[in-house]
């Protein structure tokens, strides 16, 4: 959530900052009319307070004089005070309760480099990346190559579990397999820390960064009132919540590859076949958390290591900053990495890097002291997908794709096979 007093203080300034992510967010509204509330009530409660000690002086002095009558009296109008003092307590708890649920409402603050606009077609490439492959015989879709060799089985996986949901077998779950083991490695190669987290979440994990409640139609809840992670950032970032840190230990690292799962609401008709877009899948994860001085640096870093991959498996790709009517509700800057698929002619999304500033921290209550002044702040925390796998392997299979229907492997990745040039 945003810092409040950052929001009370410059109100005008950020909603017309937040209002270029062209969407309607009543939230903003509302937290100006309970703010209004707050102040009424906080001031009114200070000036009884004023009031009662003035009082409670004033009934010690008459004490003194031996004035028990006035005292007495005075002392029936303290008790007053100390009710209605009370009563505007219960009420300022109900509005800040309030507060805090219009706050996890309302999005981050798009950063100041992030251009203007209304959706993805407002976004901006800033690099390329390899050359697509020309293909002198007619490609086939991922889907058609997996059919063909019988690397994934998804009407089985219908019939089990329904649609957007698929069977990996034989070489093909052997190239999913290959496929996490390597961006895993070259995460671990490049500083990040590798964790196996939990793939079942509490609300209030969620909440922590984002997720909820804002986004609960696309997230698989469980009769337990958990969820299903839609994405490791969600508890690598959270690994440390309520915990203060030491500046010294910043920055952190982190990186997992789980299963996710995501109710694909409003996607109807969006990628309905092949891997693309399914209710379950796989992504290998990059989380840091680090100081605010840091973070737009470490952007940087994250995207390029997302992009590394690629190269390693000479897939072609670009970066596109996304513009504030496509961001993310937690993120305040985002890259999107997007991997050449030949069965579409165009680039498909594969990772997506985010800077949150301190927006999750401060729903996480994570916090580092921070070594000069020995005061406790929070620090940015950045997610990246490094990288999404079966989007990755419906790259690898389009583009490594020969006239005979073989699947000629990535050098980066024959180690996996046993030095095989092809599946």
């Known amino acids: 959530m945003l ?28 937290f100006q009319t309970l ?19 003035a009082l409670t002086e004033q009934t010690a002095k008459l004490m003194k004089e031996k004035k028990i009558n006035e005292a007495n ?52 490439e800033i690099r390329k990346w390899g050359i697509p492959r020309k293909f002198d015989f007619k490609i086939l879709a991922h889907w058609e190559l997996a059919e063909k060799h019988d690397y994934v089985s998804f009407d089985r996986a219908a019939k089990l579990s329904g649609s957007r949901f698929s069977i990996y077998r034989g070489n093909g779950a052997k190239l999913i397999r290959a496929l996490q083991w390597f961006t895993l490695d070259v995460n671990t190669k490049a500083g990040f820390f590798e964790m196996l987290p939990p793939v079942i979440l509490k609300p209030e994990t969620l909440i922590g960064t984002g997720q909820l409640p804002k986004f609960e139609e696309d997230l698989f809840k469980l009769t337990t009132n958990l969820y299903l992670s839609p994405t490791a950032e969600v508890q690598l970032t959270s690994f440390y919540a309520n915990e203060i840190l030491a500046e010294n230990k910043l920055p952190l690292w982190f990186t997992a590859n789980t299963a996710c799962f ?21 992504k290998t994860e990059m989380v840091m958390i680090t100081k605010p001085n840091e973070s737009y640096e470490s952007l940087e870093k994250m995207t390029n290591n997302a992009e590394s991959i690629l190269q390693k498996l000479n897939l072609p790709y670009r970066v596109i900053l996304l513009c504030t009517g496509d961001q993310g509700f937690s993120a305040a800057k985002t890259y999107d990495i997007e991997v050449w698929l030949p069965s579409y002619g165009a680039y498909k999304e594969i990772s997506s890097c985010s800077n949150c500033e301190d927006f999750q921290a401060r729903n996480l209550m994570l916090r580092y002291k921070d070594e000069k002044t020995n005061k406790t702040a929070f620090p940015h925390t950045l997610n990246g997908s490094g990288l999404a796998i079966d989007r990755l392997w419906a790259a690898i299979i389009e583009n490594y794709q020969e006239p005979d229907g073989s699947i000629l492997l990535p050098e980066a990745l024959k180690k996996y096979f046993d030095g095989a040039s092809k599946i």
């Open 262 to 282: 995501r109710s694909e609401a409003g996607s109807a008709g969006k990628d309905t076949k092949g891997v693309i877009r399914q209710h379950q899948f796989y």
């Open 73 to 124: 009296k005075i002392r029936e109008d303290v008790q007053k005070i100390k009710q209605n003092i009370a009563k505007l307590e219960e009420q300022l708890e109900r509005n800040n309760s309030e507060l805090e649920e219009v706050l996890h409402s309302i999005p981050n603050v798009p950063h100041e480099s992030v251009q203007v606009g209304k959706d993805e077609n407002d976004n901006k």
């Open 35 to 53: 703010d209004k509330k707050w102040r009424k009530l906080t001031t009114n409660i200070q000036e009884l307070n004023t009031q009662r000690n």
């Open 3 to 30: 810092d409040i007093n950052r929001l009370r203080n410059d109100f005008d300034a950020i909603t017309k900052r937040i209002k270029t992510r062209n969407k309607e967010y009543p939230a903003l509204e509302q």
